[in-house]
């Protein structure tokens, strides 16, 4: 790790810093998030690609920052998983990186409920949620991303999975779904 890194990096996992973010991303500057709500999770996304064999080799990536964060919301509790990139250069596959974490953190909820399901041995399920592991009340946590560009130059890199095709015709790109990024510049 670069030294840019290692600086971001500590900088980004004060809570205070981290919620500034996300409370200006979110709430547009609004004090919602409480930097002492906010508990560090493990910036390690390992999962076995969805549906693969056990026998797959697991795909690894780590986060900068990675954090869950709950609160009381219209009477109900609101979980949401927050991950920070930080990036002191423009990543022109940011994209497919963010999507890449998102979704690994997805499939690990899944593959989670599985398991909790599989132990529990509760009711039988149907063969939808037999196939999945995930049963049909199972519910997943959002997971917000938001990159952190530290760089001195405006940001020119692709901002959503669309940009990033040589393809532009709308009724192709409205059956691709779009991926984009939170791009924050301090």
């Not at 076995?48 to 064999?53: I, T």
């Not at 009477?75 to 920070?84: A, F, P, Q, R, T």
């Not at 909790?116 to 959002?142: C, M, Q, V």
């Amino acid at each position: 790790m670069g030294t840019k890194d290692t600086i971001t990096k500590d900088y980004m996992a004060d809570n205070r810093i981290f919620a500034d973010v996300f409370n200006h991303m979110l709430y547009k500057g609004e004090k919602i998030i409480d930097p002492d709500a906010l508990y560090p999770l493990d910036t390690t996304a390992l999962t076995v690609p969805y549906g693969a064999e056990k026998s797959e080799v697991p795909v690894q990536k780590f986060r900068d920052e990675f954090k869950a964060f709950t609160a009381m919301q219209d009477e109900s509790n609101v979980y949401l998983l927050l991950g920070i990139g930080n990036q002191s250069e423009q990543n022109f596959a940011m994209p497919v990186k963010n999507m890449v974490y998102d979704s690994l953190e997805y499939a690990g909820q899944v593959e989670k409920s599985a398991k909790s399901h599989r132990r529990a041995k509760e009711r039988a399920p149907t063969s939808g949620e037999y196939l999945s592991g995930f049963y049909r009340n199972d519910r997943l946590i959002p997971v917000i991303t938001v990159v952190v560009y530290f760089g001195a130059d405006t940001w020119i890199a692709p901002r959503s999975l669309h940009e990033m095709f040589d393809v532009k015709k709308p009724e192709i790109l409205s059956m691709v779904p779009d991926y984009w990024i939170n791009l924050f510049s301090p």
